[in-house]
C-alpha cells in the first residue's frame, strides 16, 4: 500500500536559518506529491506540489524537488521566517486513487 | 468563495450520544472526504465520496456514516459516540483532477467525547 514517512519533529529553527523535511514515499505506478501546511488553530493548506518526475514545486520561498530515484519529496526553504510555524505534512496521491496519504507531520517553530 | 465550510467549530459529547457534523462546499467539487487529525498519527481517512450518491469507507471507518445526497454536502455521523473519537475532524473536498489541483481542507471540528 501507498505510505508516506517524513522526519519527526519538533524542529526548532532561529530566524533566518535554513529549512529540510525530509520526506519519503510508497506507492504503486506514479503519485502526485503535495506539501501542506497547518498553522495554529487552522486547517491544511496546500503549500506545493509536484506531479512528475524532477518537477520541482514551490510557494512563498518553500520549495521541493519530486525524486522518483530515491522516492523522495523534501521540503527547503532557505531563510525562514517566525511566521512560518506551523505543522508540514507530506502527502501523496497515486494514480487514479483519489485518497490522499498523508505523513505523520512535522511541528516547525521558529524563534526570532 | 467560502470553499469548504464545517460546523460546528467545537463541540463537547457524553460517550453514547449521536451526532452529526456537517460539511459544505461550494466550487461543484465531485470528490470529498472526512479525516481524523489525531497527535503522532497524522490524518486518516474516515470515508470518501466520488461524487452524488456514491460513498466509500477509508482507513479508520468503524463508528461513522456518511452519505452524499448532492453534490455540496457531506455529513459526517457519529451513531454512538466513544471517548476514542475524541478527535479534531476534516472536510476536505477536491475536482475530478485530483492529483493536478490537490484537495481544499475545511477549518475542522474538535470533538470531545466525555
Known amino acids: 500500500g501507498n505510505s508516506v514517512t517524513q522526519m519527526e519533529g519538533p524542529v526548532t529553527l532561529s530566524e533566518e536559518a535554513f529549512l529540510t523535511i525530509n520526506c519519503t514515499y510508497t506507492?504503486?505506478?506514479?503519485?502526485?506529491l503535495f506539501w501542506y501546511v497547518q498553522y495554529p488553530g487552522e486547517g491544511l493548506q496546500l503549500l506545493l506540489k509536484?506531479?512528475?518526475?524532477?518537477d520541482k514545486g514551490s510557494n512563498k520561498g518553500f520549495e521541493a524537488t519530486y525524486r522518483k530515484e530515491t522516492t523522495s519529496f523534501h521540503l527547503e526553504k532557505g531563510s525562514v521566517q517566525v511566521s512560518d510555524s506551523a505543522v508540514y505534512f507530506c502527502?501523496?496521491?497515486?494514480?487514479?486513487?483519489?485518497?490522499?496519504?498523508f505523513g505523520k507531520g512535522t511541528l516547525l517553530t521558529v524563534n526570532p | 468563495n467560502a470553499g469548504v465550510t464545517q460546523t460546528p467549530k467545537f463541540q463537547v459529547l457524553k460517550t453514547g450520544q449521536s451526532m452529526t457534523l456537517q460539511c459544505a462546499q461550494d466550487?461543484?467539487?465531485?470528490?470529498m472526504s472526512w479525516y481524523r487529525q489525531d497527535p503522532g498519527m497524522g490524518l486518516r481517512l474516515i470515508h470518501y465520496s466520488v461524487g452524488a450518491g456514491i460513498t466509500d469507507q477509508g482507513e479508520v471507518p468503524n463508528g461513522y456514516n456518511v452519505s452524499r445526497s448532492t453534490t455540496e454536502d457531506f455529513p459526517l455521523r457519529l451513531l454512538s459516540a466513544a471517548p476514542s473519537q475524541t478527535s479534531v475532524y476534516f472536510c476536505a473536498s477536491s475536482t475530478g483532477q485530483a492529483g493536478g489541483y490537490g484537495y481544499t481542507f475545511g477549518s475542522g471540528t474538535r470533538l470531545t467525547v466525555v
Open positions: 502527502a501523496l496521491l497515486s494514480g487514479s486513487n483519489y485518497k490522499l496519504t
Open positions: 466550487m461543484n467539487h465531485e470528490y
Open positions: 506507492a504503486t505506478g506514479y503519485p502526485s
Open positions: 509536484a506531479t512528475k518526475a524532477d
